[in-house]
């Protein structure tokens, strides 16, 4: 049973359609939605992560730096006295790691599992096919449309070699082998256009 009830959903559905939402947007979360339902049979917890997707991107900002905290903040708000106290916990604590993609120290191995999947889910359109991870590159620049072309690419850039340089871009060997190739293709390709 969902955790997300109708009125909740509107809520932030109004909030993914704001008109300066390019990539973060209503779209983002229905393309985790459907990884979900693909991936469900993976998760200990479901609903809890239908709830994490719900949320994770509630809050955008580009020119904050604490969009994650903000939103896992706002979960808590709307899911408190719904849930038991350790299960809001572990959902805002996986909303708050969508802002380094490192996965939390659960000491709970299903969480840590359920949070690995999660954040490789986020990831997923860096390993997308080229047109789509194209569009995905050009929507996030028009959300940074205050950064000027040359702090972009120093900044765009630096996000890009910061996932080039992991060993591994996903946490899941799922999402390493259907994803980890041709992310890493995506981005070279993407920091050469950068210059960088």
Do not use: C
């Not at 569009?135 to 080039?164: K, M």
């Not at 591994?168 to 890493?184: C, K, V």
């Amino acid at each position: 049973m969902s955790l997300i009830d109708d009125a909740t959903r509107a809520e932030l559905t109004a909030l993914y359609l704001a008109d300066d939402r390019h990539y973060h947007g209503i779209r983002h979360i229905e393309a985790l939605l459907a990884l979900l339902t693909e991936y469900r049979a993976q998760f200990a917890d479901p609903e809890a992560i239908e709830a994490a997707i719900w949320f994770h991107d509630a809050v955008y900002d580009s020119q904050r730096k604490d969009n994650e905290s903000l939103s896992a903040s706002l979960a808590a708000d709307r899911l408190q006295g719904r849930i038991d106290a350790a299960r809001l916990a572990r959902i805002v604590k996986m909303i708050e790691a969508t802002a380094t993609h490192e996965v939390p120290a659960f000491e709970d191995a299903s969480a840590k599992d359920d949070a690995a999947l999660l954040l490789d889910m986020d990831l997923s359109i860096l390993g997308a096919s080229a047109k789509t991870f194209d569009a995905y590159e050009d929507a996030v620049r028009r959300e940074y449309g205050w950064v000027s072309d040359a702090d972009w690419r120093a900044g765009r850039g630096a996000v890009l070699r910061n996932f080039l340089a992991r060993p591994r871009i996903f946490h899941t060997d799922i999402f390493a082998t259907r994803f980890e190739a041709q992310a890493r293709v995506n981005m070279q390709r993407s920091l050469a256009r950068l210059g960088g």
